[in-house]
């Protein structure tokens, strides 16, 4: 849908119902509507582009009411919706034509002039009317006018109707900000030394794509919520093609072509928005892309983004965790500094300060190091002049974030860690974070005070011990210290700010407030500390200076504001003298003013600087003269200035008595062109100044340290650093000079020994990867600000550091053996470099995209690099210069974030994991040969979720057995047994975010994962709930975690590097801590751990435990590693089989070739006539002989299996954890008591598995195993019952006699099985079996000789099949997944197939009674692009329609062999085709259903490639509830039945144009099933949120209650005994612990309740029906009104484990010694039920009985426990009927009365579910393993019956016991009870 289209909301969902359109507006609501859950069902507004439209939107905002946003999805195109070509709602001004712009080929509009303000186009025409424009991004594509400015004006709308405008410019030289508007200066960054960036347009300015998010702009900078975009001004000087709006976040580097072909996580740019491209060029070369702001500075805002996910680098433009957007990627940036031309690192040590003047070299003396700004990229390292702008030209948009929290605890800690906390913070690499001017000394000099992110740092400078101040939970922007070491002040840059007051001596928090400030620059203690100022900006960006009274805060912790005052003018510094607290000073943008506090008001008068008010003056500090006897009149002020200048101030007189300025040499060979006057030329900028006795230290924008006498006469020292100085400050007693530089360099300077001593170093980036050297104790690093640094663990010192300035390192790893360490950078390099020579020994250039992960094995053989285009290189390191052994290309995954994790060896280097070739799969190779040993696919794992889930990390855990650990997107950690992939446990983050890293210890004590801002680590041998703790202490995402090789200390890197010491010691009583219990057998092990459960009073819970019995949901392929004791049958069959009579010589040679061998080029095809010069076939697949044996596993030959297709079209079953049993006892035909009555829903997983013939009426589909055959008259239903396993799809004979249905393969069968059925009687005819896994299609031939199956992805075979003997003709396999099979109805022996990259064409030749294929292959067209072929369906002689999961038809000429024409027939991928004369229908995922006219496509088959596809057009559309999956129409396509994966089954009448429901079903897991007391009706609840209410006669759905994101988990229906049987009710129990009380009369929610924190898992209904009695997961019992809503009382008797059933009844019995009208028990997970006697009207509930039960004994390892249930019995209420409550398999029946077990029934398994039947001695069981038992309590027979392909976990008995309804994920089944 194009901008301005119309459209459906966002948050709407349609529902229909019978004589009504699924995408029209119903006649009667079938959804019951709720204000706050459920959603409505109408149609949305106007579609855009209308002047009605247009005004009926500023109507309803003149009237304060907001429209619907539904005509500006999904995107808006602005100028197109207003009309800006006819100035009627738009106005210009000035010079604005249109012209044609060459490099876009397009009309664009130009706005040129000298005042901006006068030339202009404005949207709307007048400032009293409104855009009304909801969308949060604003798209504008322009290009600034070389050499000129430009001003782009914006008027916001908020929420509470304040408007403000958003200015981007490069007039503007600094951002400013009011509350009303918010100017942000757009620069243009040039390369040249200068940083001169605002300025006009370069003569190379590009187009630009700049995308505003309006929505956090206004939250970060004026914290107040997005509206709408009223109004728009752009002024000249500027081309601008358009605007949009949109809520979707568009990559305009990606196409939609382009983000399909590549599989891209981003959101393509719409075509009409797109620049063109050309052919073989990148985007990036030609365009540029801004996002501002982008994703570091989340404004306090509870919203989620949600719009796009970063791509991998080098495809697309990205967005950056941080406040900077490139208009580069990663690999392509540049410095904007100097460049070096060499590409190659440049390595040094540490630079030491060269002799100057007097100043001498001396080595480091201490320790420590690493910086971190928040978020940024290389190309921002360059210190700029503020902290909010735009750079253009490499297009740096840059902005200083917020931070994040951190505060260092322990929140997960558990007495299993001993000591608690486990670890300890250690040492931290790193300094500065918002700012690197703060570092002050201690009374003493003996330690530095610096701030390092959130944490503040006491360093001693001589021993180079640290300590912490800990609390802030963002990044520290100011410190300051009071003059007796006594008091520390600092303050949070995160708004409001945060202050804390410290005890400087023990480190403790002595006060905690909020500062009157909005954000706070700078601080000032005066010397006893009793008064400290703040100064800072209000929420309106003005100035403000506090003072606080400090006197009492060590008494009670108060804090007092004596004074605040408003400035309007700048304050850059503030201080409070040292010889009286109450004056001050301060200095900013040209004032100089002295401060006095006074009769609480801080009062303050300009010094008057003459001709120097202009200067921008950055520092001041107070200094007494020489003769000075502590008089207010000897006292001196200095400031200095960003031009150079040095004012000395004499406070007393107001006046500048000496003005001084530092200006560069002249350099002697340089001829002097101009005399430099005092006012004229270029000074050297002083950042910072301190004063001593006699000295004063000046630090300097050139990198200098200066030490001069008071007098400036000479300097005595001199200093030069790496990078321009922020801050210097004296010792107090003024023999040392600390400072400090923006490139995050700490030191001080030694004045009488004139030595300088570094502090610290550190990053000035997020540290991206780090790797330990084993013997030296050495850690190397990588960071964005494009250095590698080695670190001293020991010292925390850097040893060595290399920078690249033209590439940035990606990753790192150290040589285990030998003295060099290997590092990955952005430009697919991989180096190794030599600790000894600091050299570069050799160079490797095999990667195409950026080094994403290096990893070596532990024995030094092998290196691996991956990189970001999917290449994995091995390399052999066993020699100092590593050679390439191996280059593989696509198999490390290409669409997932690049982490330097995604590699991993395992410990006894023989195995290597990666993620890949998907982001979805995990890949486990032998590292010597690379021969593939497991592959995992991971997005089986979350199954609930309705998110792909994807793998984040790999880790091997240490020691044997060998554990690989998976880390995904949905925040847990998968451990896996590396042998065979079976999963042995989960474990959750506890954390925001999946981890970003994994480590175990060497002892396998520790499981470390990094996991957003914070590191968890786990007990990781415990198996049922381990104990986790998590440390908080990074203020940014911690991208790597790892144990030193000593295992004593933990490491963390992110924004700093934290070091932290393991508390931990061994463990006595651990025999082998090394091996964790992974794959104990056997009933012992079960019992201790038991044991251990009850001792820790927790419930128990069973660890599942890998077995070939119980797979994990994961598809894996696995073999051993050579050499291993496992052996595994190499063998293709696993069953006996005849050979054909087709020489063995035969096969061998042709078995290895694929079954393609004739391929003709695109550019190719279509030339001449396939009748005539048809491409010669070639014989692939040798003929099976007809006097063979019939044995239906046939011989072939496989090749590797495939990635699982992208494509919806493909078959995929759904994942179960039951097993099929074969120990069934059925009962005697004709003597069943059960029979199966009525199936309800339809399976919407299969495809193609619904048929429907309109002559005969024959009607059949699948649910589940069961082929239902339907008469649509009647609605009586036949079942076919023959398959073991999900039915994947049907295909009907041409005359309508024989139906075929293929199911999955079972868990213990070797082949999927086919089913031929006789219409007429219903019988299964024939099984056949050939295909491994799964059947994909099947097709019978025209006149039904043949039938073809296709083989799903894993199988890839394609098998012919005679009708006359079933007897297997042909088999072949297939290089590629195949999605469809069509046989070509003019012609018998022709079928086609079509798949991944190609369509093939299959001829049947017959020769006596042997029949061959042969196989012809034509090319994906190229208009195509990289889509596959999803569907096909033939058409009139020769045509063949095609389609692509790009939303294209292809139309193939079958008689010359190529494709002439194509016409885009939907936005996403085509499942079904159907074709009948001149109409074609398509269905596609996108829930679209069309009809096309296609009569005039034979002719347009004459024009050839010249044809075009205007004349197609499209009848008519139709929206469904889900993506289309099969479809069966008449031969005029009037009418048809189609299937969606809602499971839902609609017809179609194109004539009426309405979709009518026919069958339908929950889409996912059926949770309760309940009946009204009258059974006219029952309910369902399932996951998908939805409680359903049908008619019990008919099972039609009459009423359906929605509430999104949520599930339903629990129901109950009011009893007739509540006095309202016209008000019936239904109480639903929602996974976010609410209650629901839905009304059924008046379909609608009456009441909702939240009695509970954790999902709902069982309710019942009092028996008088007005209380309500719920469970939870975490074992609370809630009682509550059902009039009032109000709970009452809340029993935790069995908190700790689920409550797994609840049930009440009336209270029969009065001598149970209790007293109370009702009975009603709780059942709970671990084997507890407790019953109880109530009377609710009296508030009395008194316990009668408490059943504890032993665990049961697993032997084999299930996927789950079975559930704890009971039930009263319905025939002797004083019995309790328990199942799974026990150490056996078994139904127990215990005596209330009695108090004791009175009888015992033994079960085949562990019962799943339970039901008793009201009216008779029956009991319905199911069980896990698909079976059902019907036992007579009576007579103590049983009956099993099948019907169901998964685990049968519910059974409910009607009130009358005339039904029973059994549930299997969300297929139901009614069974009518007979009388047997």
């Not at 358009?242 to 075509?271: G, H, I, M, Q, W």
């Not at 330690?447 to 963002?474: K, M, N, S, W």
């Not at 009062?603 to 200094?623: I, K, N, P, Q, Y």
């Not at 793998?951 to 995904?968: D, E, K, N, R």
Request: proline residues 6%; aromatic residues 8%.
């Amino acid at each position: 849908m194009a901008g301005g289209s119309g459209g459906r909301p966002a948050g709407c969902r349609r529902v229909s119902h019978p004589a009504s359109p699924g995408s029209r507006v119903p006649h009667a609501p079938l959804t019951v509507r709720t204000a706050e859950s459920l959603r409505c069902c109408a149609e949305a507004g106007p579609a855009g582009g209308g002047e009605g439209s247009w005004r009926a939107a500023q109507d309803r905002y003149s009237r304060g009411v907001a429209p619907s946003a539904a005509w500006q999805h999904p995107f808006l195109n602005v100028f197109r919706h207003f009309r800006v070509d006819e100035w009627k709602r738009s106005s210009k001004e000035g010079d604005v034509a249109m012209v044609t712009d060459k490099t876009l080929k397009s009309a664009v509009y130009r706005i040129r002039g000298s005042v901006s303000a006068s030339n202009y186009i404005q949207l709307p025409r007048t400032s009293t009317q409104s855009l009304g424009l909801t969308g949060r991004y604003l798209y504008v594509l322009f290009r600034p006018l070389p050499t000129k400015h430009f001003v782009i004006h914006l008027d916001v709308s908020t929420e509470d109707g304040q408007v403000i405008r958003v200015s981007f410019s490069n007039l503007f030289k600094e951002f400013k900000s009011s509350a009303t508007w918010l100017q942000f200066p757009f620069v243009f960054q040039t390369r040249t030394p200068r940083r001169d960036l605002a300025g006009v347009a370069p003569s190379s300015a590009r187009w630009t794509c700049l995308q505003l998010d309006l929505q956090d702009t206004l939250m970060f900078y004026l914290n107040r919520r997005y509206s709408h975009l009223k109004s728009i001004r752009l002024c000249a000087s500027l081309l601008v093609r358009n605007l949009y709006t949109s809520d979707l976040c568009f990559d305009p580097a990606v196409t939609v072509t382009e983000a399909r072909r590549a599989k891209l996580p981003v959101t393509p740019v719409p075509r009409e928005m797109a620049f063109p491209v050309p052919k073989g060029e990148s985007w990036h070369d030609h365009y540029i892309h801004i996002w501002f702001p982008s994703d570091g500075s989340k404004a306090p805002s509870n919203q989620v983004q949600k719009s796009c996910t970063p791509p991998e680098e080098g495809h697309v433009s990205q967005r950056l965790p941080h406040q900077i957007a490139f208009s580069k990627p990663l690999q392509n940036s540049r410095s904007p500094v100097a460049q070096i031309p060499s590409p190659v690192l440049v390595p040094s040590v540490p630079k030491l300060l060269p002799e100057v003047s007097l100043s001498y070299k001396h080595p480091e003396m201490s320790k420590v190091g690493a910086p971190n700004i928040h978020g940024q990229h290389p190309l921002s390292w360059e210190k700029v002049t503020d902290a909010h702008m735009v750079v253009s030209g490499e297009h740096v948009l840059a902005h200083k974030s917020a931070g994040a929290s951190m505060t260092l605890e322990d929140t997960g800690s558990c007495k299993l860690f001993l000591p608690d906390p486990v670890l300890k913070l250690k040492g931290v690499i790193g300094f500065g974070g918002h700012s690197t001017q703060w570092a002050l000394w201690t009374k003493d000099g003996a330690a530095v005070i610096y701030p390092c992110h959130a944490i503040i740092i006491v360093l001693h400078v001589d021993t180079g011990e640290q300590r912490f101040f800990l609390g802030h939970t963002d990044k520290v922007s100011a410190l300051a210290l009071d003059g007796n070491n006594m008091l520390l002040a600092s303050a949070q840059m995160q708004p409001p700010s945060m202050m804390r007051l410290w005890d400087f001596q023990t480190g403790g928090c002595l006060s905690l407030f909020r500062s009157p400030l909005h954000t706070v620059c700078s601080l000032s203690f005066s010397g006893s500390g009793a008064l400290l100022c703040g100064v800072g900006k209000d929420r309106h960006g003005k100035t403000v200076v506090v003072a606080w009274g400090t006197d009492q805060v060590g008494i009670d912790g108060e804090v007092v504001v004596l004074a605040k005052v408003h400035t309007d003018f700048d304050v850059q510094t503030f201080r409070i003298a040292f010889f009286d607290e109450t004056r001050m000073a301060s200095c900013g943008r040209g004032s100089v003013r002295l401060w006095r506090l006074r009769g609480g008001a801080l009062r303050s008068c300009a010094v008057d600087l003459g001709e120097h008010c202009a200067l921008e003056l950055t520092d001041l500090a107070f200094a007494r003269a020489l003769d000075s006897h502590w008089v207010p009149s000897a006292y001196m002020l200095y400031v200095c200035s960003h031009s150079g200048h040095i004012l000395e101030i004499d406070p007393q007189h107001m006046a500048v008595q000496h003005i001084r300025r530092l200006l560069p040499t002249q350099s002697p060979d340089v001829p002097l062109t101009e005399k430099q006057t005092f006012s004229s030329g270029s000074g050297i900028s002083i950042r910072s100044l301190s004063v001593s006795l006699t000295m004063c230290a000046v630090g300097s924008e050139d990198g200098y340290l200066r030490v001069w006498p008071l007098d400036f006469s000479s300097v005595l020292l001199e200093a030069e650093h790496e990078g321009p100085i922020s801050s210097v400050c004296f010792s107090p007693d003024g023999l040392r000079v600390l400072s400090t530089t923006s490139s995050g360099h700490l030191g001080f300077l030694d004045v009488p020994s004139r030595e300088y001593t570094v502090l610290a170093r550190s990053h000035m980036a997020p540290v991206l990867a780090l790797s330990m050297e084993q013997s030296r104790r050495q850690l190397a690093t990588v960071s964005l600000d494009h250095t590698v640094r080695i670190w001293d663990l020991t010292t925390l010192r850097q040893l060595y550091d290399f920078m690249s300035p033209d590439e940035a390192p990606c990753a790192v790893a150290f040589h285990p053996m030998l003295p060099t360490f290997f590092c990955g950078f952005s430009s697919g390099a991989v180096r190794s470099f030599s600790l000894e020579n600091s050299g570069v020994l050799v160079e490797h250039t095999r990667h195409r995209g950026a080094i994403t992960s290096l990893v070596t094995t532990p024995d030094g053989s092998f290196l691996f690099s991956s990189c970001s285009q999917g290449s994995l290189v091995q390399y052999n390191c066993a020699v100092p210069r590593c050679c390439v052994l191996r280059v593989a290309a696509n198999m490390v995954s290409q669409d997932g974030h690049p982490n330097p994790n995604t590699l991993a060896v395992s410990g006894d280097s023989r195995r290597l994991a990666f993620v890949g070739p998907s982001k979805c799969m995990v890949t486990v190779m032998e590292s010597a040969s690379l021969d593939e040993l497991l592959r995992v696919d991971v997005s089986t794992l979350n199954l609930a979720s309705s998110h792909l889930d994807w793998a984040v990390a790999v880790c091997f855990s240490p020691g044997v057995p060998v554990h690989l650990l998976v880390s995904t997107s949905s925040k847990k950690v998968v451990i896996l047994d590396a042998m065979s992939g079976h999963i042995i446990r989960e474990l959750s983050s506890v954390r925001s975010g999946s981890c970003s890293s994994l480590a175990v210890s060497e002892d396998s004590r520790f499981l470390l994962a990094a996991t957003g801002r914070a590191i968890t680590i786990w007990d990781y041998p415990t198996r049922a709930n381990p104990s986790t703790q998590v440390y908080i202490g990074h203020s940014e995402s911690v991208q790597a975690v790892a144990f030193t090789p000593d295992q004593q200390q933990v490491l963390s890197a992110g924004d700093a590097i934290f070091l932290w010491d393991v508390l931990a010691t061994p463990e006595s009583d651990r025999s082998e801590p090394g091996v964790p219990p992974d794959h104990e057998a056997g009933p012992n092990v079960e019992q201790l751990e038991d044991i251990a459960s009850g001792a820790r009073e927790l419930p128990r819970q069973q660890v599942p435990v890998p077995s070939q019995a119980s797979p994990p949901p994961l598809s894996f392929h696995a073999r051993p590693l050579e050499g291993s004791a496992v052996t595994f049958s190499t063998s293709d069959e696993e069953g006996p089989c005849e050979e054909s009579h087709v020489s063995e010589g035969l096969l061998q040679a042709q078995a290895p070739a694929p079954p393609v061998l004739v391929e003709r080029e695109a550019s190719g095809a279509g030339d001449g006539l396939r009748e005539t010069a048809r491409v010669p076939w070639a014989l692939t697949v040798p003929p099976h002989h007809h006097n063979q044996t019939i044995e239906w596993t046939t011989k072939k030959t496989k090749i590797q299996p495939p990635t699982r297709p992208d494509s919806y079209k493909h078959f995929i079953p759904r994942y179960k954890t039951s097993t099929q049993t074969k120990s069934v006892s059925f009962p005697p035909t004709g003597r069943e008591q059960l029979r199966l009555k009525t199936v309800v829903g339809y399976n919407g997983n299969g495809r193609a598995n619904m048929v429907w013939r309109p002559d005969t009426g024959f009607f059949a589909y699948t649910c589940g195993r069961l082929v239902v055959v339907e008469d649509l008259h009647s609605g009586t239903q036949q079942h076919w019952l023959g398959h073991p396993e999900e039915i994947s799809t049907l295909a009907l004979s041409q005359d309508g006699q024989v139906l075929a249905s293929a199911s999955c393969r079972g868990n213990t069968a070797t082949h999927c099985q086919i089913c031929i059925w006789d219409v007429p009687t219903g019988f299964c005819q024939h099984l056949l079996s050939h295909h491994d896994t799964a059947v994909q299609a099947l097709a019978f031939s025209p006149v039904d000789e043949f039938l073809v199956t296709l083989g799903d992805y894993s199988d890839c075979t394609l098998a012919l099949w005679s009708t006359a003997t079933y007897e297997l003709l042909s088999s072949t396999c297939l290089p590629e997944p195949m999605h469809g099979v069509a046989f070509n109805p003019w012609d018998a022996n022709e079928l086609t197939c079509v798949g991944t990259g190609a369509i093939t064409f299959w001829l049947l030749q017959q020769c006596g009674t042997d029949t061959s294929l042969q196989v012809h292959r034509e090319p994906v067209p190229e208009v195509v692009g990289a889509a596959e072929l999803t569907s096909l369906c033939y058409g009139p002689s020769p045509l063949l329609y095609c389609g692509s999961s790009s939303g294209q038809v292809c139309v193939w000429d079958t008689s010359a062999g190529h494709c002439f024409l194509t016409w885009e027939a939907d936005d996403g991928e085509i499942g079904v085709l159907l074709c009948s004369g001149s109409r074609l229908v398509s269905g596609s995922n996108t829930r679209r259903l069309r009809l096309w006219a296609v009569g005039v496509v034979p002719e347009l088959r004459c024009k050839g490639s010249s044809a075009r596809s205007s004349s197609v057009y499209m009848e008519h559309e139709l929206t469904l509830d889900g993506a289309v999956v099969s479809a069966s129409f008449d031969s005029g396509m009037d009418m048809g039945i189609v299937g969606t994966t809602a499971g839902t089954l609609w017809y179609i009448s194109w004539m009426e144009g309405t979709s009518t429901r026919l069958i339908s079903g929950h889409r996912s897991k059926v949770n309760e099933v309940v009946f009204s007391p009258s059974e006219s009706h029952c309910a369902t609840c399932g996951e998908d949120g939805s409680v359903r209410v049908w008619s019990l006669a008919s099972m039609e759905l009459v009423i359906q209650f929605q509430v999104l994101n949520q599930s339903c988990l629990c129901l109950a229906w009011s009893p007739s005994s509540s006095g309202r049987p016209e008000q019936q009710q239904v109480v639903a129990g929602y996974s976010d612990g609410t209650l629901r009380v839905f009304s059924i009369s008046r379909t609608a929610m009456e009441l909702k309740m939240h009695p509970h924190r954790t999902a709902l898992t069982a309710i019942a209904f009092s028996s008088d029906g007005h209380t309500i009695l719920s469970g939870d997961k975490d074992g609370l019992v809630a009682v509550s009104h059902t009039r009032t809503g109000m709970t009452f009382r809340v029993f935790n008797d069995h908190w700790g484990a689920p409550i797994s059933a609840i049930q009440s009844t009336s209270k029969e019995y009065g001598d149970l010694g209790v007293e109370g009208v009702d009975l009603w028990l709780a059942a709970s997970g671990d084997q507890r039920v407790s019953i109880w006697a109530s009377d609710w009207s009296l508030n009395h509930c008194a316990l009668l009985e408490w059943l504890s039960f032993p665990a049961p004994v697993i032997t084999e390892a299930p996927g789950l426990l079975p559930p704890s249930l009971a039930a009263f019995c319905p025939w002797d209420r004083e019995l309790l009927v328990c199942v799974g409550l026990g150490a056996y398999e078994e139904v127990v029946f215990y005596s209330l009365r009695q108090k004791q077990v009175v009888q015992k029934t033994p079960l085949p398994f562990f019962a799943t579910s339970l039901s008793l039947s009201p009216g008779t001695h029956l009991m319905a069981v199911g069980f896990a393993e698909c079976m059902l038992r019907l036992l007579d309590c009576e007579s103590g027979t049983a009956q099993d019956f099948a019907g169901h392909d998964d685990s049968v976990h519910l059974c409910r008995f009607t009130p009358s016991a005339r039904l029973l309804f059994t549930a299997a994920h969300n297929e139901i089944l009614v069974w009518e009870v007979t009388n047997s």
